[in-house]
């Protein structure tokens, strides 16, 4: 009998996870019982992957409620594909507490299973917790393939995928002799890691040779902490999320407490003076949910608006041609929410405002002129540009005078996020996520709107904001201020931290620590496997993301055509989405994606056994490799 045909997906954490759910959803209606081999290339536990693996602190927390985090489709999703409903993590856990679902092994741990016991829906879940939701996630895709589709787990990291456009592709893996033959690829690899650019380069540099530590980006759960000395200040650059796993590691992570608001240090800990460009957190979570009325979104960024720009014959520009409209989407979100749930604060007829409102162009006098009109105090207005930069402007005389509007700052925003009677603010971030479904089908769009979408949309949990605020009395943690810069004293053998906020003061340390991701652009990206797919001739956008078509993933080369054998989801990639997952009923744009691509797959696994006079296959298992 002729060979099977075989599909190799190279990421098996969650979005390969949610691919594979997908292949299995769309299966009976485009590929049959003919047989298939599922190949799952990842050197971590299929499901969780890397970020999610069992193997790390029970500390690190999720950023989202656990009702707020699924894996499966609903009728929100833009998608051909039917859809497969399935449990929230919360609807999961309460499965798991009632004996209605078998979890994976890794969930029997003592603390592990604690957790799933105590835990509810607006609870912040560790990420082993999600881990053991996203196996449980990933064998029940495994088992709803088709009995003709055998899987093959290969624990292990893909080097470089060959192969004609018209023929198989060879995937070469570490530690294994012969490649893995496939007529199809996948790529979804997740985050990945990067070599340190020129600045991070020098400054490595500069602390070896004067005996210090510099810890360039990375992903925080896996860096090597204990150089970090008890006592001793640490400049911290960045106050997003890598600054809170940070945070939580050199402090609960050393034996502190915390005790009726207040922390109690172990004395392991060193003191973190932390700036970053704005100079505050991110937002912390929303914490409160929907009531009333939901604006209909999208409204001035929906299908249409996103064709007529993609049709245009000139070049994009995201600030000049797109931004416009997300601003106005989010507006509409959030003057909607102020006219049905806070009407005391406008003083328009609502149905008169909407209607200017939709006629007056993004950006406009006019737009601005009727706004002022119909909400008369400026704080009730939304002013992005005022929200993206706090602290433009403010200058502090000294770092603790600093300190206590730091906090001042901080403690609003705690305030303002847990009290609905600024619902508005949900309601912006239902824009944003509305937005974000949109902009994914413009293809790189640069880091602006990303960095923005996660300081507003995606900060931290407000318990986090609070530790934080409990570090910061206790002296553990310093705040720098905006416009964070950082120099290195050849001189002195020191770094030296500095800020717009408190004009000519100075932090000296003799550590330094980048509290980012790494950005793994193709001439610095650690994966041996994206580097040879761009010395191949795929091709990447200005800022170094893969390029692939927006509407299946497939992989393009440097004229724009696209592979018939390779594809790409992920944040590697001019198509990314806000997250691998999603809360439930918001569209999820990557399952959108994982929909296409799987039906794409699918389709031309289906013409190769067919085009071989194939007969229907049977085998059905699970190998690993």
Same mark, same amino acid.
């Given at each position: 009998m002729s060979r099977r045909p075989s599909l190799a997906v190279i990421g098996a954490g969650p979005r390969g996870t949610g691919l594979v759910e997908r292949i299995a959803a769309n299966a009976a209606g485009l590929y049959g019982h003919r047989p298939l081999d599922l190949h799952l290339v990842d050197p971590y536990p299929p499901g969780a992957g890397r970020i999610w693996r069992h193997d790390q602190s029970p500390l690190l927390w999720m950023n989202s409620m656990a009702e707020d985090v699924t894996m499966f489709t609903d009728d929100t999703v833009r998608q051909e594909g039917p859809v497969r409903p399935g449990p929230a993590l919360d609807a999961w856990a309460a499965d798991v507490r009632e004996g209605r679902t078998e979890p994976p092994?890794?969930?029997?741990?003592?603390?592990?299973?604690?957790?799933?016991?105590?835990?509810?829906?607006?609870?912040?879940?560790s990420r082993r917790l999600q881990g053991a939701y996203l196996r449980w996630v990933y064998e029940q895709s495994v088992a709803a393939l088709p009995?003709?589709?055998?899987?093959?787990?290969?624990?292990?990291?893909?080097?470089?995928?060959?192969g004609p456009p018209d023929g198989r592709q060879h995937?070469?893996?570490?530690?294994?002799?012969?490649?893995?033959?496939?007529?199809?690829?996948?790529?979804?690899?997740?985050?990945?890691?990067?070599?340190?650019?020129?600045?991070?380069?020098?400054?490595?540099?500069?602390?070896?040779?004067?005996?210090?530590?510099?810890?360039?980006?990375?992903?925080?759960?896996?860096?090597?902490?204990?150089?970090?000395?008890?006592?001793?200040?640490?400049?911290?650059?960045?106050?997003g999320l890598a600054f809170i796993d940070l945070m939580v590691l050199l402090t609960e992570g050393r034996g502190g407490r915390y005790e009726n608001g207040a922390y109690v240090p172990s004395g392991r800990e060193p003191v973190l003076y932390v700036g970053s460009r704005r100079g505050v957190p991110?937002?912390?979570?929303?914490?409160?949910?929907?009531?009333?009325?939901?604006?209909?979104?999208?409204?001035?960024?929906?299908?249409?608006?996103?064709?007529?720009?993609?049709?245009?014959?000139e070049p994009l520009d995201f600030r000049r041609d797109i931004w416009p409209h997300v601003d106005k989407e989010l507006g509409y979100a959030h003057y909607h929410r102020l006219f049905t749930a806070h009407p005391e604060r406008t003083t328009a007829d609502r149905t008169a405002f909407e209607e200017k409102y939709a006629a007056a162009e993004p950006g406009s006098d006019?737009? /601005? *002129? &009727?706004?002022? +009109?119909?909400? !008369? %105090? @400026?704080?009730?207005?939304?002013?992005?540009?005022? $929200?993206?930069?706090? #602290?433009?402007?403010?200058?502090?005389?000294?770092?603790?005078?600093?300190?206590?509007?730091?906090?001042?700052?901080?403690?609003?925003?705690?305030?303002?996020?847990?009290?609905?009677?600024?619902?508005?603010?949900?309601?912006?971030?239902?824009?944003?996520?509305?937005?974000?479904?949109?902009?994914?089908?413009?293809?790189?769009?640069?880091?602006?709107?990303?960095?923005?979408?996660?300081?507003?949309?995606?900060?931290?949990?407000?318990?986090?904001?609070r530790q934080l605020l409990a570090l910061s009395r206790a002296g553990v943690v310093r705040f720098l201020g905006a416009g964070t810069t950082v120099e290195a004293d050849e001189r002195h053998g020191v770094f030296r931290a500095?800020?717009?906020?408190?004009?000519?003061?100075?932090?000296?340390? /003799? *550590? &330094?620590?980048? +509290?980012?991701? !790494? %950005? @793994?652009?193709?001439?610095?990206?650690?994966?041996? $496997?994206?580097?040879? #797919?761009?010395?191949?001739g795929a091709a990447a956008t200005a800022t170094g993301l893969l390029a692939v078509d927006p509407g299946d993933g497939r992989i393009l080369d440097r004229e724009g055509l696209p592979h018939p054998r390779r594809f790409a989801l992920g944040p590697h990639t001019a198509a990314r989405a806000g997250g691998a997952f999603t809360r439930p009923r918001t569209g999820g744009p990557a399952f959108r994606q994982n929909d296409a691509t799987a039906r794409a797959a699918l389709t031309f696994l289906r013409g190769l056994t067919d085009s071989d006079g194939r007969a229907d296959g049977r085998s059905h298992g699970r190998a690993d490799g």
């Open positions: 092994g890794d969930a029997a741990e003592p603390g592990l299973r604690a957790e799933i016991e105590a835990l509810r829906g607006q609870d912040f879940p009995p003709s589709v055998t899987v093959h787990e290969h624990r292990g990291r893909a080097l470089r995928v060959t995937v070469r893996l570490e530690g294994r002799a012969e490649p893995l033959v496939a007529d199809l690829v996948v790529l979804t690899i997740g985050h990945l890691d990067a070599e340190p650019d020129a600045e991070q380069r020098k400054l490595s540099a500069f602390a070896d040779r004067h005996g210090l530590v510099h810890l360039p980006p990375d992903f925080t759960a896996d860096s090597d902490l204990s150089a970090l000395r008890a006592g001793e200040p640490v400049i911290v650059r960045g106050l991110y937002h912390s979570k929303i914490g409160y949910g929907w009531q009333g009325e939901r604006p209909a979104l999208p409204r001035f960024l929906g299908p249409d608006r996103t064709e007529e720009l993609l049709s245009r014959t006019d737009l /601005r *002129a &009727l706004i002022a +009109a119909a909400v !008369p %105090d @400026p704080a009730d207005r939304l002013d992005i540009g005022a $929200l993206d930069h706090p #602290l433009d402007g403010v200058r502090h005389s000294s770092y603790d005078a600093l300190q206590e509007a730091t906090r001042h700052y901080i403690a609003a925003d705690l305030d303002r996020r847990h009290d609905p009677g600024h619902s508005e603010d949900l309601a912006v971030f239902l824009g944003l996520l509305s937005a974000y479904g949109q902009l994914t089908r413009f293809g790189d769009i640069g880091s602006w709107w990303h960095g923005l979408f996660s300081y507003l949309a995606s900060g931290p949990p407000g318990p986090r904001l500095g800020s717009a906020t408190v004009p000519g003061e100075r932090v000296e340390a /003799r *550590a &330094l620590v980048e +509290a980012r991701l !790494p %950005d @793994p652009s193709p001439e610095r990206t650690r994966s041996t $496997l994206l580097r040879a #797919l761009h010395e191949d």
